[in-house]
């Protein structure tokens, strides 16, 4: 069976983390579902080569947060293929977005930061991939990343 969400990914020249989706870090559980919504814990700014690490406004660039943001979106897709049993042709809606960004107290941009995630959501959802959101600053991020977003989806 074809998955337009992974084809428009491979399209992009991107893949989902390794599975499974990334485990949590903490005494939490990845995703938590009530009735047709799915509530995705934060997921952390990490590539292939390990975290991505950094501050806004202190030697990391708002497309390199972007790229940051990028890779939490992943692993979000990630974890709602893993609550849909493998089928992201269940994911309805991207409902809403909560992006944290790592940055100085003078650093402003964090919605050019967090569309790293929302510019994704769209080009693999389409119109459903369109959402709520909310893009904050951070003084600190757990171990030190640049990016850290959570999501809740609908899904079928």
Do not use: W
């Amino acid at each position: 069976m074809t998955n337009p969400m992974l084809d428009r990914l491979k399209e992009l020249g991107l893949a989902l983390p390794d599975a499974p989706a990334p485990a949590p870090a903490a005494n939490y559980v990845p995703f938590v579902q009530s009735g047709d919504l799915v509530f995705v814990s934060g997921q952390i700014s990490q590539g292939p080569d390990g975290l991505i690490k950094g501050r806004l406004g202190d030697g990391m660039s708002v497309a390199e947060g972007a790229a940051a943001a990028q890779a939490c979106g992943l692993a979000l897709i990630a974890q709602v293929q893993a609550a849909c049993g493998g089928d992201l042709t269940r994911v309805r809606r991207v409902v809403k977005l909560t992006g944290f960004v790592n940055s100085t107290p003078d650093f402003t941009e964090q919605p050019q930061v967090i569309n790293g995630t929302s510019d994704l959501m769209v080009a693999v959802f389409g119109d459903a991939g369109r959402h709520a959101r909310a893009a904050v600053s951070a003084a600190a991020l757990p171990r030190g990343v640049a990016v850290e977003v959570e999501a809740i989806f609908q899904i079928a």
